[in-house]
């Protein structure tokens, strides 16, 4: 057992010199987030942003309110713009609430024509219309951060991969945990650290309770003429997309898409197969939904160090163990999520210790002695307090989305790399709507490389 400080020591938390140092060996610093680029000084001015917002409610109010109040300054909203005038109207009121005044629209399209100095677009609708939204985004000439996932069809997300390179523009998708610097001390410590050993398997899951039914106050109805427009069929719909074909990519998509996506960047390829099944068991087609309200998918990935399975579930009916993926090896487990109390490293009893696990502290967890993944304050090789490495460790506390906005708005000033990148997401893309042609199936999918190029 160790003193509570002992993660101070380099090599419990990489200093900033050597992750940058491993990320450029491993070939990552295209990817590398931006707190471990280069930050313009203090003192020069912040450039500010003009942002627009598409969709603005449950996760484009988070999203809002998070830029509001952690993000760094310089940004300003200037316009939002959602179908649904209870939203619409709320959003307006609470950023006239923070000094930031903004025009609202119905149509995206008005906006656009209306609002050209918009810098960037945060788009936060239903999947169905994210290419739409993201790619009159792109053409009109904004940097655009769309939610994940990408779309509900694979051609759709393909064409917004390359609207963004035809037209140059910045567009990040919202898988958040790619800008949090825990995942990648998670992944320094696999890769460089080879603290698992050899990874054989992993596992994530997302089990949450039974939802069902996301309602609205019934004098906020939208007419039914409006919702036409837009492409709803009734108001159940337009509030409850995700249990939707039409709209959503169901819970592969919605939930498991965050986590296959660090399946696939940890284990630096996207997967060869995929045997899925699920279903529609406990809600019921009278209840009017059609995507599974369970599934459960194996991956297979060809790794440059051997075979690797990967199982993945997503539940709709039962919470127990809440969402993390896991990572396995010959050597010990490691178990991560980006609910940030949910760390820690178990090594096999008989993997070689390393000098600092006779110092590390310990948390009994599942029955046995656990290692807490915590990026401390790191030192210099000098000894002394590594200014960076307080920075990263202080990072890490912060909220993933606020970090992945931040790792967005700082490629748009200072030509940062982003973290997730549309082409990144799109190979996430076609990894959970592929398990879904498997479920519907009933047979293993086969993934062809070409697949995975937009
Ligand atoms: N990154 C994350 O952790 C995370 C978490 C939750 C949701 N999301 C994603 O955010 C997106 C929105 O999810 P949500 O939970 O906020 O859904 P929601 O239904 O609460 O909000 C969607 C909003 O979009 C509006 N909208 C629908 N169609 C529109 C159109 N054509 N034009 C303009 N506005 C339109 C609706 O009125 C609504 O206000 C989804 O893609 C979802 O997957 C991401």
Known sequence: MMSSNSECRPEAGLTRREFVQTATAAGLMMTVPTWAQEQPAQSQPVQELAVGMIGVGSQGQTLMKLCLKDLVPGLRFVAVCDIWPYWREYAVRLLKRYDQPVNGYEDYREML??????????????????????????????????????????????????????????????????????????????????????????????????????????????????????????????????????????????????????????????????????????????????WYDNAMAIYEYQ???????????????????GFYEQFMGDEGSLVISDDGRTGQIFREVHAKRRDWEEEVETVESMGRDAIELKIGETLTPEGKKDLEGQKLAAQALRDSRVLHLENFFNAIRNGTPLTCPAEVAFDTCVSVLRANESIDSGGRYDFKPEEFVA
Not at 150 to 161: G, H, L, P
Not at 304 to 318: I, W
Request: net charge positive; charged share 25%.
């Open 113 to 290: 024509h209306k609002e050209k100095h918009l810098d960037a677009l945060i788009i936060a609708t239903p999947d169905w219309v994210h290419a739409e939204h993201t790619i009159a985004g792109l053409r009109a000439g904004k940097h655009v951060y769309c939610e994940k996932d990408m779309s509900n069809t694979i051609e759709a997300a393909r064409k917004m991969v390359v609207a963004a390179r035809e037209t140059g523009r910045l567009l990040q998708i919202g898988h958040q945990r790619r800008s949090q610097p825990r995942y990648w001390h998670a992944l320094m410590m696999i890769e460089k650290d080879k603290i698992l050993g050899r990874v054989t398997h992993t596992y994530g899951q997302w089990n949450r309770a039974r939802l069902l039914e996301v309602g609205w106050p019934k004098k906020h109805t939208l007419e039914a003429e409006t919702l036409k427009r837009y492409g709803y069929d009734s108001m159940e719909e337009f509030r409850n997309w995700r249990w939707y074909r039409k709209y959503s990519g169901g819970p592969m998509a919605d939930l498991g898409s965050h986590q296959v996506d660090i399946f696939n960047w940890f284990l630096r390829t996207g997967p060869k197969s995929v045997l899925a099944s699920g279903g529609l068991d406990y809600y019921t087609q009278q209840e009017g939904r059609d």
């Open 303 to 321: 790794t440059s160090a051997g075979l690797v399975r990967s199982s993945y579930q997503v539940l709709n009916t039962t919470s127990h163990g």
